[in-house]
């Protein structure tokens, strides 16, 4: 299986900060690298697929970038909103591996 | 907009079969994949596996003994069932959807818990 991995574990930032988060896969994984958000209580929601395609409906704070092994998801500009859990996740194959998650939460 | 609904037993007992199904409304499950996955109390997510509307199949080595994924096209639901489970199957377990490929999932159930105690 294709480990991933994610760093900070956990994370406090102000509104209008700029975050990065980093993601590293085990392996080479092209940029079949999906980026979720998830909001307690509620299932994850899909921000980013292959490295850096934003989804319909997600600001253009967010943005995501990386190739290979290693990734990043960037918020620029915090909103009060974007206090979550941030999730990476490989679809290079099966299984399918999620990384362990950030917690951004608010200085 | 497709919907997504789990239902099934909150509680379920050790070496029994834990079994959900997944109501898909606003959509055909005749098309794109359909997967499960679950999220550990820890916060862990873990893909339990999918199928895709040619009736092909694909688990996660770790579970595929004990998993099984199965398709009402007729009610538009599919279903998973997990055998002889433990308490560290005890989890939120998802349902979704993903349409371009495999394992984007952009459509997600709200989740139910499932624990698994006697």
């Known amino acids: 299986d294709i480990q991933m991995t994610q760093s900070p574990s956990s994370l406090s930032a102000s509104v209008g900060d700029r975050v990065t988060i980093t993601c590293r896969a085990s392996?080479?994984?092209?940029?079949?690298l999906n980026w979720y958000q998830q909001k307690p209580g509620k299932a994850p929601k899909l921000l980013i697929s292959?490295?850096?395609t934003l989804q319909s409906g997600v600001p253009p704070r967010f943005s995501g970038t990386g190739s290979g092994t290693d990734f990043t998801l960037t918020i620029s500009g915090l909103q009060a909103e974007d206090f979550a859990t941030y999730f990476c996740?490989?679809?290079?194959?099966?299984?399918?591996?999620f990384g362990p998650g950030t917690k951004l939460d608010i200085k | 907009q497709v919907q997504l609904q789990e239902s099934g037993p909150g509680l379920v007992k050790p070496s029994e079969t834990l079994s959900l199904t997944c109501n898909v409304s606003?959509?055909?499950?005749?098309?794109?994949?359909w997967s499960w996955i679950r999220q550990s109390p820890g916060r862990k997510l873990e893909w339990i596996g999918y199928?895709?509307?040619?009736?092909?199949?694909n688990y996660n080595p770790s579970l595929k003994s004990r998993v099984t994924i199965l398709v009402d096209t007729s009610k538009n639901q599919f279903s998973l069932n997990l055998r002889s489970v433990t308490a560290a199957d005890s989890a939120i377990y998802y349902c979704?959807?993903?349409?371009?490929?495999?394992?984007?999932?952009?459509?997600w159930g709200p989740g139910t818990l499932v624990t698994v105690s006697s």
């Open positions: 979704a959807r993903a349409r371009t490929s495999a394992g984007t999932v952009g459509d």
């Open positions: 606003g959509g055909s499950i005749s098309s794109y994949y």
């Open positions: 199928f895709y509307y040619s009736a092909s199949t």
């Open positions: 392996q080479i994984i092209t940029t079949y």
């Open positions: 292959t490295a850096s």
């Open positions: 996740q490989q679809s290079y194959n099966t299984p399918f591996t």
